[in-house]
């Protein structure tokens, strides 16, 4: 990462008439640019670790306060699923030639760990690297896990037949064996005949019904209907659409007429229960996870907008490291009741992923303005989005490292350090930020 470099170029460029856009790179967007390698490389060396079996994503390396040393199913999916966008558009043949053998592990690990007894089967949050089940107590059943593991699972057998490879999809991904047979599927007959159930929401914390994990199962079932409907697995298709449709009618639910946004949680069976607000940056991360271009809920679309501002306008005024306005950007935080800290419960922290997917909302919002011709309001728009990556850059460790969270009182990054899924999300922001975003 080159920080002085960024400063350097914050400060030509703050004080001088910028014109926003592809061709006239913003300091931010040159800053993500120039660190997708960098974020790779980290993706990569959370996977495989050495005394893990090949193809396991540790959270992040500590072992201790926080113990993050597991193979989480929703990070480890959203990790390798940023590692593939960076391979479909990158050049550099030596890291994608790893990054092809560590997906490939990983689709051997995520069939390993589907076949193992655990308390909650498909729906079970973490394993251990060895591949054993997780078997203390725990927010469980997460059901966001499954869904994004099949999403990652479906982008490989994308890119895979896109390159001719369908042998290699039939063979390792999908087939319309029933009972399901292979990983693709499995994960696909889980969700379809699951969403409706409580689980636990994506932070462990909130069992019952979440926007969040329906809207990466809709991404999921439409995705697993693509495909199975190119392998010619048609009734299997067909339940899955159907269950999709389901779903889009079921997370108009959430939205909020009187609060004015989307909430995080409905039919709440069971967790914690200080989440008064139910404003949860999860919306935006479910708008962005399970974003399928495809005119649901649009990034235009204005609850989506209001949902947006109410968290930036909330964690304005949370933390002491957003009051002090010398900063650019506001440094978001999960959501405004959070008492997590890694060790401590003593209040919460903004968190990097959290503050990167304000930035990347917006790259998108400020793209779908574009695709409607607003250039003018949509360059404001990218300026906009530029100022939460700032804010990330700007309380990243000098190496360039970004731990879980940010001290809300110091701005010094906190709790567990080197988190993987950090990296998945300058990826993906990076990605957005240059408009290749969508598959
Ligand atoms: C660990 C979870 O990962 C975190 O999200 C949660 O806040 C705490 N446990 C408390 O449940
Ligand atoms: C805590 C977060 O709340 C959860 O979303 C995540 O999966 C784990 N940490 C591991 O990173």
């Known amino acids: 990462m080159r920080k002085p470099l960024f400063f350097l170029i914050f400060v030509i460029t703050a004080f001088s008439p910028v014109i926003y856009g592809r061709s006239c790179e913003s300091a931010a967007r040159s800053w993500l640019e120039q660190n997708q390698e960098f974020a790779a490389s980290k993706l990569l060396q959370h996977m495989s670790p050495s005394d893990g079996l090949p193809g396991a994503v540790i959270a992040a390396p500590s072992r201790l306060e926080p113990d993050y040393y597991y193979h989480w199913v929703r990070d480890a999916a959203l990790v390798t699923d940023a590692l593939m966008s960076f391979y479909d558009h990158s050049s550099d043949q030596s890291l994608n030639s790893k990054i092809r053998r560590q997906i490939n592990a990983y689709i051997d690990y995520s069939n390993h760990i589907q076949l193992v007894t655990s308390q909650t089967g498909l729906g079970e949050p973490k394993f251990y690297v060895n591949g054993n089940a997780y078997q203390q107590p725990w927010g469980r059943p997460q059901n966001d896990g499954p869904a994004l593991r099949a999403i990652s699972m479906i982008h490989w057998a994308r890119i895979q037949m896109k390159n001719g490879n369908e042998k290699f999809v039939r063979e ?10 292979s990983p693709i599927k499995k994960d696909l007959e889980y969700i379809s005949h699951h969403w409706k159930d409580s689980s636990f929401d994506l932070w462990e914390e909130v069992k019952g019904s979440h926007f969040y994990t329906l809207m990466v199962t809709r991404k999921a079932l439409i995705q697993g209907y693509q495909l199975a409907s190119a392998l010619h697995d048609d009734g299997a298709a067909k339940w899955y659409i159907n269950q999709a449709k389901e779903i889009e009618y079921e997370l108009n639910n959430f939205w909020d007429d009187k609060r004015q946004y989307f909430i995080t949680t409905i039919n709440q069976s069971g967790g914690l229960t200080y989440k008064t607000s139910n404003l949860d940056v999860a919306v935006i991360l479910g708008l962005l996870h399970g974003d399928m271009h495809d005119g649901f809920l649009p990034w235009d679309d204005a609850r989506v907008i209001n949902t947006i501002n109410s968290l930036v306008a909330s964690f304005k005024q949370q933390y002491r490291i957003n009051m002090q306005g010398s900063i650019p950007g506001v440094a978001i935080g999960r959501y405004p009741e959070d008492r997590y800290a890694g060790t401590h419960f003593d209040g919460g922290n903004p968190w990097p992923l959290c503050t990167l997917a304000i930035a990347e909302a917006l790259y998108r919002y400020a793209y779908t303005l ?30 360039g490292d970004l731990d879980e969270q940010i001290d809300r009182d110091t701005g010094q990054m906190t709790s567990a350090p080197d988190l993987g899924w950090n990296y998945a999300a300058m990826l993906t922001t990076s990605l957005s930020a240059s408009g290749h975003l969508w598959p």
């Open 370 to 399: 574009k695709e409607k011709g607003r250039i003018i309001y949509a360059d404001a728009v990218l300026a906009r989005a530029d100022e939460f990556v700032q804010r990330v850059s700007f309380h990243s460790h000098a190496n």
């Open 172 to 181: 390792k991904l999908y087939t319309g064996t029933y009972p399901a047979s």
